[in-house]
């Protein structure tokens, strides 16, 4: 119970530090403002092989699947 | 005076040089890998990346999982890339049938609450990606997968258009495919005197069907929505599942019991997924919530968050924390007493009210011989009702649902050239 309460809190500095940056996004952020966009770790994907073995993982674990994207294939496993 | 015009000078050419610089890493966003290849790499001079990845996923007292993963991504000149993969996976140990814990008569063979298997499974995949237009591109992929019992194949495309100074992304995309299972399957929810066995070749098909947008919200803040719909029909029940059949009153089982679990042959299930990437200083917090609902009656929330800190310029630190908590789907029961006829019934605890915990931590670091080298690990606690309100009788003393405890060890490097 703590656990979630300590992460629900995360998620909401998260959001809020996400909230603030909104700000400026009223304006288009200009090609030349983007190299930091353009870093690796920004990526929305920064690590393919994590992300498989998570979604492995996980769907074998649990009921619900899904969210980031449409295909890759199933595993022919109930 | 001279020298404060030439620092002034300086710092207009490297503004005007990193300027420069930037424009050339106008992003495209919806695909984060072909951005990273073209953009993040400066990929002209590196038309290959390949990245490889082992993982050792061990239950305490159940499964283990060993998994090695292979990708190569080659550019074909400016317009396309084409990438391919490669997954191998062995899974050992002791699984839960389904069947409760107390046993009170002396059953047949495959009774037991835990059953031992071994498995491995074999899977190739290849995706194509292609500029449309200088703002839209398209991605084609295909999978097949199989082992001793189960195959599956599977097709996908996904279109992405950018708008507004590629500060928007619109994605949309479609996948199906089709799982066989080839084995002997006993008939459902029919107790064991009078169930036949099959051999037979069973298959579900799914849709998959995505809206998603990109959107950059500021100058280090990347948003990305995607709404999932899924329709998947056909053969859905574990043919490994037992469910067990009690007396009504006293929670014994019966000389008859368990039986073949049984789920629908269709379900519809939704995704709404968001995802905010915000660099802090000079790290990255990776923060996302996905909601899950399916006609199963399964209602799911995922929260993810991933800190990425660097430490040196070659060394990093990447705490991770995921929580995860879903309904019961409205098939499920962890025993039936004896008389009942239920269409679905399944007692797979995947099925139940249950929680899990995440906490893990990566460290990824860059070799003076290039590449980078990652390495993780993280402990993962599922728990569920033990004591659920459907438990009959002597069934009430038992944990029908034992914490499961889980450790993650993953591996991978990644290096293009």
Redesign the interface.
């Known amino acids: 119970m703590v656990f979630r309460k300590l992460l629900a809190c995360l998620m909401v500095v998260g959001t809020l530090s996400g909230c603030t940056t909104m700000q400026s996004a009223m304006q288009s952020v200009q090609p030349w403002e983007k190299n930091q966009l353009a870093k690796e770790e920004m990526q929305l994907v920064p690590d393919r092989i994590e992300e498989f073995f998570d979604s492995r993982v996980y769907f074998s674990r649990e009921a619900a699947f899904g969210g980031k994207g449409v295909g890759g294939g199933g595993c022919g496993c109930n | 005076m001279q020298l404060t015009k030439k620092r002034k000078g300086e710092t207009v050419r490297s503004l005007l040089s990193?300027?420069?610089?930037?424009?050339l890493?106008?992003?495209p966003?919806a695909n984060?890998?072909d951005?990273?290849q073209h953009?993040?790499?400066g990929a002209p001079d590196q038309p290959w990346r390949v990245?490889?990845?082992t993982?050792r996923?061990s239950e305490k007292d159940r499964i283990t999982?060993s998994?090695q993963?292979f990708?190569a991504r080659r550019e074909l000149g400016e317009e396309s890339a084409l990438t391919l993969r490669a997954?191998y996976?062995s899974v050992s140990g002791a699984s839960p049938t389904g069947t409760t814990k107390i046993q009170t008569t002396s059953g047949a063979s495959g009774t037991a609450y835990m059953a031992h298997f071994q498995t491995v499974?074999n899977?190739v995949?290849v995706d194509w990606e292609t500029s449309l237009s200088p703002d839209a591109h398209l991605t084609l992929?295909g999978?097949?997968?199989?082992?001793k019992m189960?195959?599956?194949?599977?097709?996908?495309?996904?279109v992405a258009r950018d708008f507004?100074?590629?500060?928007t992304t619109l994605v949309a995309?479609?996948?199906y495919?089709v799982?066989?299972?080839d084995m002997d399957i006993m008939t459902e929810l029919t107790p064991s005197d009078t169930a036949t066995i099959r051999a037979t070749s069973e298959k579900?098909d799914?849709i998959?069907?995505?809206l998603?947008v990109?959107?950059?919200?500021?100058?280090?803040?990347?948003?990305?929505v995607?709404f999932?719909h899924?329709h998947a029909s056909g053969?859905?029940?574990?043919?490994h599942k037992l469910i067990s059949v009690v007396n009504a009153l006293t929670g014994e089982t019966l000389t008859n019991s368990p039986l073949a679990e049984k789920?629908p042959d269709t379900r519809y299930?939704n995704?709404?997924?968001a995802?905010?990437?915000?660099?802090?200083g000079s790290g990255?917090?990776y923060?996302s919530?996905?909601y899950?609902q399916?006609t199963?009656g399964?209602k799911?929330h995922?929260?993810d968050?991933k800190y990425?800190q660097p430490i040196t310029e070659s060394l990093?630190v990447q705490p991770h924390?995921r929580?995860?908590a879903?309904g019961a789907?409205d098939f499920y029961r962890s025993m039936l007493a004896v008389g009942e006829t239920p269409v679905y019934a399944s007692a797979d605890h995947?099925?139940t009210k249950?929680q899990?915990?995440s906490i893990g931590v990566?460290l990824g670091y860059k070799p003076a011989f290039g590449g980078e080298l990652?390495v993780?690990a993280e402990v993962?606690r599922?728990n569920g009702e033990q004591h659920p309100q459907d438990a009959i009788g002597v069934q009430r003393t038992a944990d029908l649902f034992p914490e499961?405890e889980?450790t993650?060890f993953?591996i991978?490097y990644?290096k293009p050239f």
């Open positions: 990193a300027a420069s610089a930037s424009l890493l106008a992003v966003l984060a890998e951005a990273h953009h993040a790499e990245d490889v990845g993982m996923y999982v998994e993963n990708r997954d996976d499974r899977a995949g992929s999978d097949h997968s199989s082992s189960s195959k599956s194949s599977g097709i996908g495309a996904t507004n100074q590629r500060n995309g479609a996948s495919s799982d066989t299972i579900k799914q998959d069907l995505q998603g990109t959107q950059v919200l500021a100058r280090g803040t990347l948003l990305q995607n999932i899924s053969y859905m029940t574990n043919p789920r299930s995704a709404l997924y995802q905010i990437n915000h660099a802090l990255v917090l923060s919530y996905r899950f399916d199963w399964i799911a995922t929260v968050l990425r990093y924390v929580v995860y879903q789907a995947r099925l249950l899990t915990n990566k990652t993780r993962l599922q499961l889980a993650i993953h991978g990644t």
